[in-house]
């Protein structure tokens, strides 16, 4: 089993940053392509980032292109989303997830969450205007 906690959520107003982090623990034998999506109350949950289980492809939804970094520090076992300048319409609960080990790295199923076998309880960001 592969546990996923994320922490990092809060309030921020519009133009600022925050930074999520997701650790990482359980079959840490395995290093895992990780994704982070979010979810508003009554929506679908939607692809926010991706990154291969060695952080060389990375993919974003076009929302976030040039506002958010997503990385990783494999020897702290965590996943980051760095998030700047913004908007309210970030505001949501951030999760992040891993990758089934089996399923290849590609646009089609990094942005799938139904790709993803392991996902985090979630960190609410809100976004203050």
């Known amino acids: 089993q592969v546990q996923l906690v994320e922490s990092g959520g809060g309030l921020v107003q519009a133009g600022g940053s925050l930074r999520l982090s997701c650790a990482v623990s359980g079959r840490t034998g395995i290093t895992y392509a990780m994704g982070w999506f979010r979810q508003a109350p009554g929506k679908e949950r939607e692809f926010v980032a991706a990154l291969s289980w060695n952080g060389g492809d990375i993919y974003y939804a076009d929302f976030v292109k040039g506002r958010f970094t997503v990385s990783r520090d494999d020897a702290k076992n965590t996943v980051f989303l760095q998030m700047n300048s913004m908007r309210p319409e970030d505001a949501d609960v951030y999760y992040c997830?891993?990758?089934?080990?089996?399923?290849?790295?590609?646009?089609?199923?990094?942005?799938?969450?139904?790709?993803?076998?392991?996902w985090g309880q979630g960190t609410q960001v809100t976004v203050s205007s």
């Open positions: 997830a891993a990758l089934g080990p089996a399923v290849p790295f590609a646009l089609a199923t990094a942005t799938d969450q139904y790709e993803y076998n392991y």
